[in-house]
């Protein structure tokens, strides 16, 4: 079985700064790895899938990257409303989360 | 606009079941896998459960499997989820959604709460 692990498990930053996060699997994957957001009381929100492609009416500022086990997702300015969790997942595997906060 | 809307959520107690259903409109739901995820409160995201576009292939979490059946009716773009057996450790909330391509999931329903409590 494969183990996606995310890091940090908390990320603390402030608006208009840049965030990387990171998901490592145990063992090298497919392309098929997607990133997703969840704010509190709600639904996950898919924002990019197959390593690097932004869903529909995801901005720009959002990307990801990576290949084999290591995997990046990268908010290049942050704006209030990015301060959530988000999860890495590759097939039935989801990552622990990483919860993004508010310096 | 795509939506999925869950209900059947609820208290049920250890060993009961419970059947989960997911509405799904604003798009051709007999074209899509579809899957059932959860969470438990506080937790992170646990997959539970998919279904082949036609219904003919499923997959289950092993800590479900013999005690959850998901199925579809594509006549009336609907998505189920039969839970007997229930135990405390599948109290979460069950989301529904529709798998873009391998497993990848891009539209969520808002969820259905499951409590399992005595």
């Known amino acids: 079985e494969i183990v996606l692990t995310q890091s940090p498990a908390t990320l603390s930053l402030s608006p208009g700064e840049r965030a990387t996060l990171s998901c490592r699997a145990s063992q090298s994957v497919d392309s098929y790895l997607a990133w997703y957001q969840q704010k509190p009381g709600q639904a996950p929100r898919l924002l990019i899938y197959d390593v690097s492609n932004r869903a529909t009416g995801i901005p720009a500022r959002f990307s990801g990257s990576g290949s084999g086990t290591d995997f990046t997702l990268t908010i290049g300015s942050l704006e209030p409303e990015d301060f959530a969790v988000y999860y890495c997942q590759q097939r039935s595997n989801f990552g622990q989360g990483t919860r993004l906060e508010i310096k | 606009e795509v939506q999925l809307v869950e209900s059947g959520g609820g208290l049920v107690q250890p060993g009961g079941s419970l059947r989960l259903s997911c509405a799904a409109s604003g798009f051709t739901f007999s074209k899509y896998w579809m899957t059932w995820v959860r969470q438990a409160p506080g937790k992170g995201l646990e997959w539970v459960a998919n279904?082949?576009?036609?219904?003919?292939?499923?997959y289950y979490v092993g800590s479900v499997k013999g005690r959850f059946t998901i199925s579809r009716d594509n006549a009336k773009n609907s998505l189920y989820l039969q839970m007997n057996s229930l135990r405390a450790e599948d109290t979460a909330v069950y989301y529904c959604?529709?798998?873009?391509?391998?497993?990848?999931?891009?539209?969520w329903g808002q969820g259905a709460l499951v409590t399992v409590s005595s």
């Open positions: 959604a529709s798998i873009l391509h391998y497993d990848i999931m891009n539209y």
């Open positions: 279904i082949k576009e036609d219904g003919s292939v499923k």
